[in-house]
């Protein structure tokens, strides 16, 4: 899975085996999953047909569209205002806004959650009903009195060529678990960010086992410890788009604290050169290898023991 922001639109993309609860949704096998800010006083008789032209306008493929092998979403809230939440295999993206929970108001709760372990139809759906729970207890919790607003919107979605490894996703489960944890915490501080109680620029948050289970956000602006691997390296990436790559020229597979292997690329400097950072935001679905192929026509090291 890859994810950024164009056009007032944030993009995932990749092969999915998606659940969809708004236009045109339904359980799919999509390539695109997108979340996009409509302008004030939006109004259109054909929302299916303005998702299509979006992908147009973004240059995604007319066959893709012909398949229909997307599934997007629409927002009141600027793509700005943005929040990522990730936690281990899970990662959820949120805009909210409930001004009032009234339709004519600028307000959508749009949640798309993103697994990169597999889940059975069953769990699929209902990883749905977990966000929606979350969410309301969210809102419940902040003092409001509804559950969610009545242009609200879920997509769940996992990689089609992951393992099957959850045959559950309720609150018990550790998929759901996970989806629960990130929408509870997640949809106050998309609030706040939408109402301009907080800094209104994408923020992300990585739930961290190592200082005894809490939420971190990432700061570029303010990391404690940069430089982390050279003076002069740019931490726009700091959380790399490529994780897990598995690639072990740039990292290792290492203990966690819960006894389960994890990923390790403290090593890599590979989306730490500001020449790889202008590559990447030029082009977000750059694979793994043309990005190393990039960095070696660059003469830029990969890692501190490199030789490349």
């Known amino acids: 899975m890859r994810y950024f ?7 995932l993309r990749g092969k999915f085996r998606a ?3 708004g236009v045109g949704g339904g ?4 390539t695109t999953i997108f979340n996009h800010t409509v302008p004030s006083g939006f109004c259109h008789e054909s929302p299916i047909e303005y998702i299509k032209q979006i992908l147009a306008d973004n240059q995604f493929t007319a066959e893709e569209q012909g398949n229909e092998q997307f599934f997007g979403m629409l927002t009141a809230v600027p793509i700005k205002n943005l929040c ?5 295999f ?3 993206f949120i805009t909210a806004g409930v001004t009032n929970p009234n339709p004519k108001g600028p307000n959508t709760i749009n949640i798309i959650v993103h697994s990169r372990e597999g889940l059975l139809e069953g769990a699929l759906l209902e990883m749905i009903i977990t966000a929606t729970e979350a969410k309301a207890h969210a809102l419940f919790e902040m003092g409001y009195n509804f559950t969610g607003t009545t242009t609200d919107e879920v997509v769940v979605a996992y990689n089609s060529d992951s393992e099957i490894v959850h045959e559950y996703a309720g609150t018990f489960t550790e998929a759901g678990k996970r989806v629960y944890e990130c929408v509870s915490f997640g949809v106050p501080h998309a609030i706040r960010r939408y109402e301009n109680l907080e800094e209104g620029m994408t923020s992300f948050f990585v739930y961290s086992t190592l200082r005894g289970n809490e939420w971190v956000e990432w700061d570029k602006e303010n990391c404690p410890y940069y430089p982390c691997h050279f003076n002069g390296q740019k931490c726009d990436l700091c959380y790399c788009p490529f994780y897990p790559c598995s690639d072990e020229s740039l990292g290792d597979w290492v203990d966690s604290s819960d006894g ?6 403290t090593r890599c400097h590979l989306n730490h050169h500001p020449e790889v950072i202008t590559f990447l935001s030029k082009n977000p679905e750059a694979t793994l290898r043309e ?9 830029l090291k990969l890692a501190p023991n490199s030789t490349e």
Do not use: H, M, P, Q
Not at 84 to 88: D, L, N, Q, T
Not at 260 to 265: D, E, I, N, Q, T
Not at 293 to 299: C, D, I, T, Y
């Open 5 to 11: 922001t164009r056009n007032n639109t944030l993009f």
């Open 19 to 21: 659940a969809s609860t």
């Open 27 to 30: 359980i799919s096998d999509v």
């Open 84 to 88: 990522v939440f990730s936690y281990g």
């Open 90 to 92: 899970i990662t959820v």
């Open 260 to 265: 389960k292997k994890v990923w390790g690329c």
């Open 291 to 299: 990005t190393i192929e990039f960095a070696r026509e660059k003469g």
